[in-house]
């Protein structure tokens, strides 16, 4: 059975769509938005691909872009969906590389002979190299580095002091980050004026990727937990660096990936995680991304108010609950540092 990627924001016709190509005997994989679209189509690795055009953030042309960047999905057909009628743009979207296009409104019958042709006259895969499609062409974080040339030697490094704002929510990114050294966290404020934090990011980490792909304003805040040395990659080096090595736009892809699978993984622990267990786990993770010391007990250094806007619960609940902890000495708690004296039992704690 041929898999069909759909990426359009607007539900009704998003659903419409999948139903008449699931009528027709086609699995059909559905995004609503850039980030997950890309994801998918990366991961699932789809016989074809439909795609609108005006999606928020990110638009289709950066969405084509991108995956004609990678090996394993330049050979995927596509299909640009657009409202405009004007040739401008259809030429545009053939230009950029589309092997077709459906201009909304349009027939459920227009829409199974245009996927019925695409895929009869799919991309062949490259002869000589075709194994290379098996293997990872994200090289890893040195090759990533280097490329971007994230060296002290070759790049300034700008020093934030602590609770110094890195960048602020609703922003135009002019600039991707990239922790060398320090804590740094990112951060939404509720309009009753609690705050979560969204992300806690160490040496080595980047950070504003996501608002600068999907060519949007910062969704979040961050700013510096203690004294932190970044390095500032200009929007536009950043975006050609992506379109000249495929490596780079590789790494991305699969960063955003791991960046939506943990906001996940956030939201269920919120959901139906118990307080004990919701600060068991953000205990040990905090341990692996901020751990001091080669020590038979990790030791880490957050403050009360931080960890508790991490997990999401009061601070107060957060005390009481590491005094219990304390008590049952699974953590021991001196000069404002906490170290895990028992990570298994932490681990394995009863929701």
Same mark, same amino acid.
């Given at each position: ?60 042309? $950066? ?22 009628? $004007? ?70 490094? !700008? ?26 966290? !990112? ?127 009061? !601070? ?36």
């Amino acid at each position: 059975m041929k898999k069909i990627l759909v990426i359009e924001d607007e539900p009704e016709v998003r659903e419409n769509i999948a139903e008449i190509l699931q009528l027709s005997g086609y699995e059909v994989m559905k995004a609503c938005d850039c980030p997950s679209g890309v994801v998918m189509a990366g991961s699932e690795l789809p016989d074809l691909i439909l795609c609108d055009i005006a999606l928020p953030g990110m638009d289709g042309y $950066e969405v084509l872009h991108l995956l004609h960047s990678s090996p394993l999905t330049v050979a995927i057909p596509f299909i640009f969906l657009t409202a405009a009628t $004007e040739k401008e743009d259809i030429r545009k979207g053939m230009a950029a590389g589309a092997d077709d296009y459906l201009t909304k409104p349009f027939e459920g019958i227009d829409l199974l002979r245009a996927v019925e042709a695409c895929l009869k006259k799919r991309k062949p895969q490259p002869g000589p190299d075709s194994s290379k499609l098996t293997q990872p062409v994200e090289m890893g974080k040195p090759s990533v580095i280097s490329l971007l040339r994230l060296d002290p030697a070759e790049r300034d490094v !700008t020093t934030f002091r602590k609770k110094q704002r890195v960048y602020s929510e609703g922003q135009r990114p002019a600039f991707i980050y990239y922790v060398v050294s320090g804590k740094v966290k !990112t951060f939404r404020i509720h309009p009753d004026g609690k705050e979560f934090i969204t992300h806690l990011a160490g040496a080595g980490d980047f950070l504003g990727h996501v608002a600068l792909l999907q060519d949007g304003n910062y969704r979040d805040s961050a700013q510096a937990l203690e004294e932190a040395s970044l390095m500032l990659v200009p929007r536009q080096e950043f975006l050609a660096a992506m379109g000249a090595d495929r490596r780079i736009a590789q790494y991305f892809i699969d960063l955003l990936g791991r960046d939506i699978k943990a906001q996940e993984d956030s939201l269920m622990s919120l959901a139906y995680h118990s307080l004990r267990k919701r600060v068991a786990n953000g205990l040990l993770q905090l341990m692996v991304k901020f751990r001091e010391g080669d020590g038979d007990s990790p030791v880490t250094g957050i403050s009360r108010d931080n960890l508790s806007h991490f997990i999401g619960s009061a !601070t107060e609940s957060l005390t009481r609950t590491l005094s219990d902890f304390r008590n049952e000495q699974l953590i021991d708690i001196r000069e404002g540092k906490i170290y895990l004296l028992n990570r298994e039992r932490l681990s394995k704690l009863v929701n």
